[in-house]
């Protein structure tokens, strides 16, 4: 320990020195993805299990990964050994719209796994031929992602995999592209959607019981999707200004006096009839 060490308040001294110097330091501003800033070793993205080269998932789900974590983030999924259904285990999240299915999954009951419908296989013919006209640049990651979306009408992660394999980017930088801009979907388009304002203001006027009952009559959380692909559940923001009851929009379309009896017709309508997406219900 030098002289300067045992000086009283000299590591104080050094820590707003320290500070001082970052605050002057220069702001460098990266035009992402046109510009390509050097990803570093520890960058933390969306995680992605490894595959052995038979194509075998290393990951045993062995769930101490999901235990040991010190921030309670990771939430493990795997197959029983009769392969019947898949198993969820992991700390409860921190997110309100996923705590009933956390429950669930910290109960130990076997839930179904929507998530990994994503990962299954598409054909890849469409893709090559749009990676072998970009000529499989990295600098073209968005106009790729693009025409992916134009071509299978969303971005399913096996054709985010390929492109990471194609290009030489990596999952993660794809993946946060891809979440970067709002005309970019993971999920495959539906033929309606129906939304609901959870403000206070709609609260009060009933808006729980409406959308539990649109839950119900869609068989789906809110931000998902109806069992038969054709109804999306989502959310929306009247600001307060709704005074007739909590405000539904279905396909673009406010619905006056929404009640819960109407909430379960007007669900279990657009799941049976197919309706353009002008028309009011």
Known sequence: MSLMD?????????????????MLRPKVTVQYPEQQYPIAPRHRGRLLLLYDEF?????????????AC???????????????????????EQYAERREESALRRSGRPVADRTFDAWQGIDLAPLE????EEERSPRRLLRILERTQ???GNLPVAAIQHISHATGAWYSEIYGIATSYPHLRFEPPTAHEIAICRCPTCMVQ??????????AALATEIGGISPDGRVRLSTADCGGASRDGPLVIADGHPQPAMTVARA?????????VHLPAERQV
């Open 55 to 67: 194509g075998t998932l290393k990951c045993e789900t062995c769930f101490q990964c999901a235990a």
């Open 70 to 92: 010190p921030v309670e983030c990771i939430d493990m999924g795997g197959v029983d050994t009769k392969s019947r259904f898949h198993v969820h285990w992991g700390p409860a």
């Open 150 to 152: 134009e071509s299978y």
């Open 264 to 272: 379960t017709e007007l669900a279990t309508h657009l799941r049976t």
């Open 6 to 22: 045992r000086m009283p308040g000299w590591g104080i001294v050094r820590g707003v020195a320290f500070g001082v110097s970052q």
């Open 206 to 215: 009933g808006s729980g019981r409406v959308a539990a009952a649109l839950q």
């Open 129 to 132: 031929i749009i990676l072998d």
